[in-house]
């Protein structure tokens, strides 16, 4: 049975390579947005933090910039 | 309808709606690789090398159709004046391009054993190579121009050139004498393909579709992101 999977009649090596490029591209893929989505989110909060306090109260209101900021340090600003 | 796709409308419910795709593409995908890798029977001919299908054919479709879109709403930036849709054109990109390579790399691993040669330069092959060129333009676009208006028109131009390859790459096995075998799955007329392979395919092209949707979603959350950091630049 496992050596039916592996070998696969003798286009194995055919056929695990295009599952494993496919699955691969997808980590890389998944990796570099997720990275891209966490440095511009950590840029973000670090803009936010040294904002000067009265624009610090009025981004504070915008509920989006509360949306980015969930779940970081400075939602606790 | 349009005002939909505005940026402060849909930023809280794309943070909430990514957790529940991913988790369900990982369901998905792995239901998929099963029925693909294990569950499904070996064609008559190409015997177990048809599974390579499980990966060519999905990517082969996603590409082509996030292409599309890209083209359509390209059209709505071009005409209608609608830059919202200029956020959605570039989030797609990079998962169709990656889908596009997907599709070019799995077709030539398929095409050693089933007809003797790495790559063949007959229409569709040919054409899905054009349409990763047009992919990459595209991507490169944004790359190229700092000008955001610059880029947004040169995009939707090359996204609308673009459009001119779709077809030729759908009916390509049938205008010319190709290498490539004509589709087995048709919505119009009657699909030449066993429902035992069918489902798989059906399967892991609803997997794939999710992590397209996923990549979407994380893209366009940083596009997002990205404004909202030029606008605390501005307060």
Do not use: C
């Not at chain 1, 950590?42 to 624009?55: I, M, P, R, V």
């Not at chain 2, 000008?147 to 131009?157: C, E, G, L, R, Y």
């Amino acid at each position: 049975m496992m050596n039916d999977i592996l070998f696969m009649n003798g286009y194995g090596v055919y056929v695990w390579s295009s599952f494993v490029f496919t699955l691969s591209s997808f980590g890389i893929l998944y990796s570099i947005i997720k990275l891209q989505l966490s440095k511009e989110k950590k840029k973000f909060e670090n803009k936010f933090k040294n904002l000067a306090s009265e624009k610090l109260e009025l981004a504070k209101k915008q509920e989006t910039y509360r949306e980015i900021l969930a779940n970081t340090s400075a939602s606790k600003i | 309808m349009i005002n939909y796709f505005n940026p402060k409308n849909t930023l809280i419910i794309i943070n909430r709606l990514q957790k529940y795709v991913l988790f369900l593409f990982l369901l998905v995908l792995a239901i998929g690789l099963l029925e693909a890798l294990v569950l499904s029977p070996e064609d008559y001919k190409q015997s177990d090398s048809v599974r390579i299908m499980y990966v060519h054919v999905p990517s082969a479709w996603i590409s082509l159709g996030i292409f599309s879109i890209i083209s359509i709403l390209s059209f709505g930036i071009l005409i209608f004046k609608n830059k919202n849709f200029y956020l959605i054109t570039k989030s797609l990109a990079p998962t169709g391009f990656v889908f596009n390579l997907i599709a070019l790399v799995t077709g030539s691993i398929w095409g050693k054993p089933t007809w003797g040669t790495w790559w063949a330069w007959d229409a569709r092959i040919t054409s899905m190579l054009l349409l990763a060129v047009f992919y990459l333009i595209f991507i490169l676009t944004w790359r190229i121009y700092e000008n955001k208006d610059k880029a947004i028109k040169i995009s939707s131009f090359v996204a609308i050139l673009g459009l001119i390859n779709i077809p030729i790459i759908k009916f390509s096995v049938d205008w010319w004498s190709t290498l490539h075998q004509p589709a087995s799955v048709n919505l119009l007329k009657d699909t030449t393909i066993h429902a035992s392979m069918l489902l798989p395919l059906g399967i892991m092209t609803a997997a794939f579709t999710l992590f397209s949707l996923l990549i979407f979603l994380m893209k366009y959350n940083t596009e997002l992101i990205k404004i909202k950091n030029k606008g605390l630049d501005r307060l």
